[in-house]
């Protein structure tokens, strides 16, 4: 498994845009072959800055969503409304304790 880390940085004035947009693409980037799991993390500070935290089954299933029509249509709505440029980190978990 493949966890994906992405921080987002937007315009201040665009946040409503893309909170909008992600409730409208979130179930199919969920549902998209191979991602297990999806979660949006806002920052309690800095409330323009978003986390996207994704499981992937492996880093091919994350290169087929990055590489798809879904993504794509997401990025070309998403990419505009940035004020600063996105950040992402591929990681294994080496643990996890509920």
């Given at each position: 498994m493949l966890v994906r880390i992405v921080k987002l940085s937007f315009d201040p004035f665009k946040i409503d845009?893309?909170?909008a947009n992600f409730e409208i693409v979130k179930?199919?980037?969920r549902t998209f072959e191979g991602c297990q799991f999806l979660e949006l993390y806002r920052d309690k500070n800095n409330t323009?800055?978003?986390?996207?935290?994704?499981?992937?089954d492996s880093e091919d299933a994350l290169n087929n969503y990055r590489?798809?029509?879904?993504f794509k249509a997401v990025w070309s709505k998403t990419k505009p409304l940035?004020?600063?440029?996105?950040?992402?980190?591929s990681v294994h978990k080496l643990a996890s304790l509920k």
């Open positions: 845009e893309f909170l179930d199919k980037i323009n800055i978003f986390f996207t935290y994704s499981y992937w590489n798809s029509n879904l940035f004020n600063g440029k996105p950040e992402a980190w």
